[in-house]
């Protein structure tokens, strides 16, 4: 069951609460998800390394040619459209299929 999230909610309290539990629901297992996925853009980059909340593979070994999908959890009320330019950028750094929706 996915729980509710409120105003004051997290983007960890997201991810437990409504990404893991949908994933889930969409029949992924375990195997098939690897949360805090390393996310390399460049050798040498220096600072915090980025990684995705979530990330869905079709199989094993978990990498660019069994991903499926990425997932950038974010609290509520941050902003919708620098999450998707960070989803994406992870999308095309391990070579996950990518759709690109418009949003108006």
């Not at 909340?53 to 990425?70: E, K, Y």
Request: glycine share 6%; hydrophobic share 40%.
């Amino acid at each position: 069951m996915i729980k509710p999230v409120t105003a004051e909610s997290n983007a960890a309290s997201v991810e437990t609460r409504i990404v893991l539990p949908l994933l889930q629901q969409l029949g992924y297992t375990p195997d098939d998800i690897e949360p805090k996925f390393p996310i390399v853009f460049r050798e040498g980059r220096r600072g915090r390394k980025p990684e995705a909340d979530f990330v869905v593979f079709s199989g094993l070994p978990h990498n660019a040619r069994t991903s499926l999908i990425v997932v950038e959890a974010k609290a509520p009320g941050e902003s919708f459209a620098e999450a998707k330019a960070q989803a994406e950028s992870y999308t095309s750094a391990i070579k996950a299929p990518s759709h690109s929706s418009r949003t108006g």
